[in-house]
């Protein structure tokens, strides 16, 4: 069976990022691509911040970065800022890049931590340009001509999801995709294969298609609601189930970074846009009730509160198939894991790529199937893990939520990682996984898990030429930021709001 029409069920940021990436076929190819949406139907859209691969992602559409951040009101971001994870009180930097480079074949943080054991006291953060960046509240991207021996800045965004979900769709709609607008009313599927043939929108009309792409959130119309794929839970590891969100009114400073703040029963994102910050409390309801979350997000918020609050409700974990027969589900459809590190839009990018990558218009096979599949939950298992470490390794015990956390059994796969990080350091990033070393050495020692010792190849390397490269590195990055204008300077020079 060729593949002549494509059909996205369901819009917002899922379905637009898909409708925009299919978009450069349609021409080419004389593809049919069809997205099917209804107004009457809301978008969860509280994930509004984002990691550097999203950056890629527009580039490969040939965006305009300027004209999307003025669009969508969207701000820079170098990282994330913990509050109270460790213990109430103390707080952390989890940055975007890499603290130094490698020297003689060492990550920087093992020479750290060699140097921290002879009686240097210099936090790793000073070796990180985006921390100290975000620590003064600056941000300038790298010019092309920037001297080798400063580093450069990796920066992803704050934006509001909406917002950019149109000003997709207006780019997809310019390249030929096909909105149609209703809600589904029936799903049709072939006798004999399985396949979905068809929609069927409420008032009759219908639309087939060869191929589907369920963007259609929580309720997975076609992959789970018509396919009957099944859903792996994971709250027993992540047992957040509920969020409330609430846009404030920004306050004049737009921080370059996400601040995440731990409560008694979960924890507060702020996300500063240029004119408003979003907000939300992640929580567990075994722990707390809906009332007491919204009253600790109303007395932890900044700026004038603009809306009514937004409840959601959700169930930590992933299909068990993300791509089935004809159908490949994106973003909640796919599963949901809460927006500690920013994922949630990385997942829909990661699977618009691999759809790209593996979708072959003379038909489907099983090979693509399994390979997709394959990928997609090796990729949900290890971003599972690293969230999972936020919640484990803490100190807290100042409510049973935390203790629950604490103690609570983490797959083998995070046992492995803690207890060789707990040993000497060393962090090894398998296949293509996300989270680099710098994102696992951020959130283990900055939770309190720290090396007995450092490798052996960190006491091999010639001095005193190391000890001159590891302070110059700490002065090549105080020296970037020192020139750097603030935050707010670049943002108003560079892509000032101008939300349509």
Same mark, same amino acid.
């Given at each position: 069976?060729?593949i ?6 369901? @819009? ?11 978009? *450069?076929?349609?021409k ?16 969860? @859209? ?5 990691? %550097? %691969? ?82 003064? *509240?600056?941000f ?16 992803a ?26 809600k ?15 929609? +069927?929108?409420? @008032? ?11 963007? +259609?959130g929580? =309720? ?5 609601? /018509?396919?009957?794929?099944? #859903?792996?839970? $994971?709250?027993?590891?992540? %047992? ?6 609430? &846009?404030t ?73 993300? $791509?089935n ?33 593996l ?36 100190? =807290? ?6 203790? #629950?956390?604490? *103690? ?13 990080? *707990? ?16 994102? $696992?050495?951020?959130?283990?020692? @900055?939770?309190?898990?720290? &090396? /007995? ?8 390397? %010639?001095?005193?030429?190391l000890? +001159? ?8 990055i105080? #020296?970037?930021?020192?020139?750097? &204008? ?7 020079? #560079?892509? &000032?709001?101008n939300?349509i």
């Amino acid at each position: 069976m060729t593949i002549k029409r494509i059909v996205i069920v369901g @819009g917002g940021t899922a379905g637009w990022m898909a409708a925009a990436a299919l978009s *450069r076929m349609v021409k080419a190819h004389d593809l049919k691509v069809t997205l099917v949406e209804s107004e009457m139907i809301g978008t969860v @859209g509280v994930g509004e911040a984002t990691i %550097p %691969p999203f950056v890629e992602f527009n580039d490969a559409l040939g965006i305009d970065e300027a004209e999307m951040m003025s669009a969508t009101q969207a701000s820079f971001k170098l990282g994330i800022h913990f509050v109270n994870w460790q213990s109430v009180g103390d707080s952390y930097f989890h940055p975007f890049g890499t603290y130094g480079y490698d020297i003689g074949g060492c990550s920087f943080h093992h020479i750290w931590l060699k140097y921290r054991m002879q009686g240097d006291d210099r936090p790793l953060h000073k070796f990180s340009p985006e921390t100290m960046a975000a620590m003064h *509240r600056k941000f300038a991207k790298t010019p092309a001509d920037q001297p080798g021996d400063l580093p450069p800045i990796n920066y992803a965004y704050h934006l509001d999801a909406s917002a950019y979900a149109r000003f997709l769709r207006r780019f997809a709609e310019r390249n030929g995709v096909i909105r149609q607008e209703g809600k589904v009313d029936h799903v049709e599927l072939h006798s004999e294969s399985g396949f979905v043939q068809s929609i +069927t929108l409420e @008032g009759g009309q219908q639309i087939a298609g060869d191929f589907f792409v369920d963007c +259609t959130g929580f =309720r997975g119309l076609l992959i789970e609601q /018509a396919l009957k794929t099944g #859903y792996e839970d $994971w709250s027993r590891w992540l %047992p957040c189930d509920r969020a409330v969100a609430l &846009p404030t009114a920004g306050n004049g400073t737009v921080l370059p970074y996400t601040r995440a703040t731990a409560h008694k029963a979960g924890w507060q994102w702020r996300i500063a846009l240029q004119q408003r910050n979003g907000n939300g409390h992640v929580y567990c309801s075994s722990f707390m009730e809906d009332q007491e979350a919204l009253d600790i997000l109303t007395a932890n918020v900044e700026g004038e509160i603009q809306a009514d609050p937004n409840f959601l409700r959700f169930v930590t974990g992933r299909r068990k198939k993300f $791509w089935n027969k004809n159908v490949v589900a994106l973003g909640l459809a796919a599963g949901f894991m809460e927006p500690l590190e920013s994922t949630s839009i990385h997942l829909i990018n990661t699977g618009v790529n691999k759809l790209i990558a593996l979708l072959s218009l003379e038909g489907i096979t099983q090979a693509q199937e399994n390979t997709f599949n394959r990928l997609t939950r090796k990729e949900y298992e290890r971003i599972r893990d690293f969230l999972i470490l936020h919640y484990n390794a803490t100190e =807290r015990d100042d409510s049973e939520f935390w203790n #629950y956390c604490r *103690r609570m059994d983490v797959p083998d796969s995070l046992k492995d990682k803690i207890e060789l990080f *707990r040993l000497n350091g060393q962090v090894f990033r398998e296949e293509d996984e996300l989270f680099a070393a710098t994102s $696992w050495v951020a959130v283990m020692m @900055g939770q309190g898990i720290l &090396p /007995a010792s450092t490798i052996a190849m960190a006491g091999a390397i %010639p001095e005193p030429g190391l000890k +001159t490269e590891y302070d110059d590195i700490e002065k090549s990055i105080d #020296y970037l930021v020192h020139n750097m &204008p603030s935050h707010d300077e670049y943002l108003a020079r #560079y892509c &000032p709001a101008n939300v349509i």
